[in-house]
């Protein structure tokens, strides 16, 4: 069974997500090696995540959230699964048959740039000045630089790799917790909490209000670049995933833990996330 609800765990983002700082997050491999070349940390920052995810899941432990409404969630994920099956995966092998890897990596770029807004006001929200600092630099350099960001100048040229920032992130920081899981129609897993955090990461989002000529069919077409490429490159945890005895046990623990991780920038422990009181 597919599984197109970790989407929004492998953001990875990527995703989507990415991990500045040379600190782990959200995609597809888990690389413990240290890295010394910024713009091979942002590559393998894209493909971080989810399978080291996987690899703890023999302590689930770490990912326990309360689950009153599994019915229901269960429910969705199978509604999601099946979207998955005859929709997004069909969707995800056609866009790799027909544009090869340099093509899909300028997508990635630019489509990362675009959310980069929204991950400088969740820095600055979370009180990380210098990680706000790297966001700002990463958009004004690949911008202008990078071709309206469609290559990632800042990693490879400047030495500020990549990180990802959304507003679930921000409110666990200053101390929220998850609230019950959900599983949300074609958006996936989540909790209450980042649910709530999806609405504020769209309003803070420039893009959203802009208006121009086409604003809609660019607005649309972001999205579905976005989840499409996504699905591409986690297609290795989407089949670990299926393979497991129980796909939704596993993907709940998936979520919870690549969560916990980027909501700690990576660390072990939560303690040295900043003080501010």
């Not at 990912?63 to 969707?91: C, H, Y």
Request: aromatic share 10%; with cysteine; net charge negative.
């Amino acid at each position: 069974m597919k599984y197109i609800a970790s989407i929004l765990a492998v953001m990875a983002m990527a995703a989507g997500g990415c991990a500045g700082d040379g600190r782990p997050a959200v995609g597809v491999d888990r690389v413990a090696d240290p890295i010394k070349s910024a713009a091979e940390r942002s590559r393998l920052a894209m493909a971080n995540g989810v399978n080291g995810t996987l690899e703890s899941f023999e302590t689930p432990q770490d990912a326990v959230v309360a689950d009153p409404f599994e019915s229901w969630n269960r429910a969705v994920f199978k509604l999601n699964s099946g979207l998955d099956t005859v929709l997004l995966e069909p969707a995800a092998n056609a866009y790799r048959f027909v544009l090869p890897k340099f093509g899909r990596n300028r997508v990635r770029d630019f489509v990362d740039n675009l959310k980069t807004p929204v991950w400088f006001a969740n820095d600055l929200l979370q009180g990380e000045w210098g990680r706000a600092g790297n966001s700002a630099a990463r958009f004004g350099l690949n911008t202008t630089f990078g071709l309206l960001g469609t290559y990632d100048f800042a990693a490879h040229q400047a030495d500020l790799p990549k990180h990802d920032e959304d507003f679930g992130q921000t409110l666990a920081v200053w101390g929220v917790g998850n609230g019950p899981y959900l599983m949300l129609p074609l958006l996936g897993p989540s909790t209450l909490r980042d649910a709530a955090g999806l609405g504020v990461d769209y309003a803070m989002d420039p893009l959203t209000w802009a208006e121009f000529e086409g604003d809609d069919t660019f607005r649309i077409g972001r999205r579905v670049a976005d989840v499409v490429d996504i699905r591409d490159r986690a297609r290795d945890a989407f089949d670990q995933i299926g393979r497991a005895a129980d796909p939704y046990s596993q993907a709940k623990s998936v979520y919870i833990q690549t969560r916990n991780r980027r909501i700690a920038n990576g660390r072990n422990e939560y303690d040295d996330l900043p003080d501010f009181d």
